[in-house]
């Protein structure tokens, strides 16, 4: 048996079981059985569009995937494909959900660098006394769901619906990705642009602050559903056999749901990573 791959790059891997779903590179066809793991070096980046909180940097991307008759894994997400035709697929998955990521990691950025602070001081309006949030800490979740997967010869139609399986925040997501890519002599190049529906349960959980992170601030941010958009692409160069240059770059617009937060100060985020991979 033989099943139609889009290998995933991930585009930050920072000391921790953390990643960030980027997938462009070129289609593959594999049997059931094969597995990989690549290992690229150079520079990460990840735009942290929490106020007051460093960005989350990286020198070094591993890679992985298997795939069986049925089962796969791709870095950190879970698949069982209940249909599979030459233009459709429809697969069960489990993967991490992103908002988290920006949370877990100024916890990790605060234990190597005892300067960064993970919470924005507050100036409280009558008394002119510094008040301070409580350091501002939220739960990884790891969303499962419904992945259905038109291919056409000019691009994969791909919708999701997704919900917290690990009872954090009880939230879901929806995500449409269109997918392009396209191999040449010199190698492959990949795009992707989507939409990701967060659920009213899933903002308030991440982006307002919970009555004790208020102290006397009294905000009027009320979470509601937010839809992100993106857009990101993939160059992927083979140098020598097992040994390829990779580049990757997204941006993400985040829903006004979630910049109207006092947590948040962009309306958007870049991520990319460049550097060379070897393939194990």
Known sequence: MTVNVRKQCLPLVLLLSWCTTLQAKEIETVSAGDWQISLAAGYGALENPRAKV???NTWILPTWYYYGKNFYVENFTLGYSLYESESFIVDLQ???NEDGFFYEFDGLNKLLLSDILGYTPVKQPINPKVVKFEE???NLSYLGGLNATWVTPYLDISLGYFHDITGVHQ?????????RSQAFSW???GFEIGAIRKSENLVGYYYQLTKEEEGPLRTKYQPSAAINYHARSVVNVPIFDSVNFVAILEYTWLGQEITDSVLIDKAGYVSGFVGISYDF
Do not use: H, S, V, Y
């Not at 939230?171 to 997918?179: A, C, F, P, S, Y």
């Open 54 to 56: 460093e960005n989350i």
């Open 94 to 96: 489990t993967r991490f």
């Open 136 to 138: 501002i800490e939220r």
């Open 171 to 179: 939230g879901n997501e929806i995500q449409l990705r269109l997918k």
């Open 187 to 189: 190698g492959a190049l």
